[in-house]
């Protein structure tokens, strides 16, 4: 029996979600388990697997488009299922658009459909409702109104250029972008002689590409922004000798098999330091703390698309091969976008390491609630004092960022210590 497929809750209290792609064709099959969509939350770009076989009838919704949770985003056909039965469910579909506001409608060309899979007029079920139906309006897509009223523009004004003369987010764009000329244009008239000449204005096509943010991108800014105003940082540093735990590193990688990362053993290292110092493995609850009973650390991989933070859980107690599989599994799974959401929660303490870019040394923006993370710069050759006499040896820098509402000075302190001690101290980290 045809079914629709709806936009479902990947990330707990979403309201919406973007259809970043389709990877099913319209018409071709599919089985359980496949995955049929790519969804961008705010958190990372998911797959939407197949919960049964089948083969995707109607698209309801364009790639690209941003979906309220649970609105209808196709129709799913079962085997034997006719065109009558498919028109049922579009019926359906429409019913349930209308209670989204419509928000479901793509920004662009109107949805597929199998071709002779529908009676034709069918396709058009979510376009428009009969005249009876609705009451007189503007046909706009919810994006297309959503720049228009972020740039002041009319809509009333504009014609659109979408199916049946809706308005669509070019049609938005090209008359910001003839506001700006004529601005431009005006401003850039000769002046009367006793007068100095207006400067001109840069138009967007002149300053450079505007690049649309993802979800994702605008998660980021708006947690780093509220973390950095509204969170009391404060730092720490730490000097770290790296010669005998890179000597061990090395000892391990040669005897084959997996590779040890220099991130991996400081994952390991702090994860035991936060054991050691249990003070200092809460997050911050508002009126309370949250008291950690393990260590779990959330390790920052950088991609194109922004910024991951999966979660290494109880890495106190689990053995550096198991650590660095983690990693490494979290790592190339980041780069095309498969990190699970489940696997971005519940961490209570940050790594984020850009020692492999030659940076010597930062600070880091704290990832409420979590009261602490520590930045971690590059291993290089620096000259010591030791004993009284100056050597050569190779040192980190490594800086930890606390919440000061959660965890005092001496007991950061307490943790920095910790992590350089074991660090310094490398077989420890190994046990």
């Not at 209290?13 to 099913?24: P, Q, Y």
């Not at 489940?342 to 850009?354: A, K």
């Not at 820098?397 to 005092?408: F, G, N, Q, V, W």
Request: net charge negative.
């Amino acid at each position: 029996m045809a079914t629709l497929l709806n936009m479902p809750a990947i990330v707990a209290d979403a309201t919406d979600a973007v259809l970043h792609a389709w990877m099913i064709p319209v018409g071709a099959p599919f089985s359980a388990g496949d995955a049929l969509a790519e969804i961008e939350t705010e958190k990372a770009t998911v797959e939407l697997e197949a919960e049964t076989a089948g083969r995707i009838a109607h698209v309801l919704v364009d790639s690209g488009t941003s979906v309220p949770v649970g609105a209808p985003i196709a129709v799913v056909a079962a085997e034997g299922d006719d065109a009558a039965e498919i028109q049922r469910v579009l019926a359906s579909a429409t019913t349930a658009a209308s209670s989204t506001a419509g928000t479901v409608a793509p920004d662009g060309p109107g949805p597929e459909t199998v071709p002779g899979s529908v009676p034709e007029g069918a396709g058009a079920a979510l376009a428009a409702a009969p005249e009876s139906e609705q009451a007189p309006r503007l046909f706009a897509s919810p994006l297309a109104r959503r720049l228009a009223k972020e740039a002041g523009v009319d809509l009333d004004a504009l014609r659109g250029s979408g199916p049946s003369g809706r308005i669509i987010r070019s049609d938005v764009e090209r008359a910001i972008g003839q506001r700006q000329a004529s601005a431009a244009s005006s401003t850039a008239r000769p002046a009367a002689q006793t007068q100095p000449e207006p400067p001109t204005l840069v138009t967007d096509g002149e300053a450079g590409e505007r690049i649309p943010l993802t979800r994702m991108r605008q998660t980021i800014a708006r947690r780093l922004t509220e973390s950095k105003t509204q969170v009391p940082h404060f730092y720490l540093s730490a000097e770290v000798r790296m010669d005998e735990l890179l000597a061990l590193r090395a000892e391990l990688n040669a005897s084959g098999g997996q590779k040890i990362t220099v991130n991996d053993l400081v994952v390991r290292a702090i994860a035991l330091a936060l054991a050691e110092v249990p003070q200092a493995n809460v997050s911050w609850g508002g009126d309370h703390l949250v008291q950690h009973r393990t260590s779990d650390v959330s390790v920052a991989i950088a991609t194109e698309g922004g910024l991951f933070t999966p979660v290494v859980r109880g890495a106190e107690s689990r053995s550096i091969g198991a650590v660095s599989a983690d990693i490494a599994d979290f790592a190339r799974r980041a780069q095309d976008g498969k990190i699970r959401p489940e696997e971005l929660v519940g961490g209570s303490f940050s790594v984020s390491n850009l020692g492999m870019y030659g940076t010597r040394e930062f600070s880091a923006i704290l990832n409420p609630p979590q009261a602490g993370i520590l930045a971690v710069g590059a291993a290089e050759p620096r000259a010591v004092v030791r004993e009284g006499e100056i050597e050569v040896a190779t040192m980190m820098t490594c800086t930890l960022s606390a919440d000061h509402r959660a965890i005092d000075g001496a007991v950061a302190a307490q943790l920095l210590r910790a992590f350089q001690r074991r660090m310094e101290q490398p077989l420890s980290v190994l046990r």
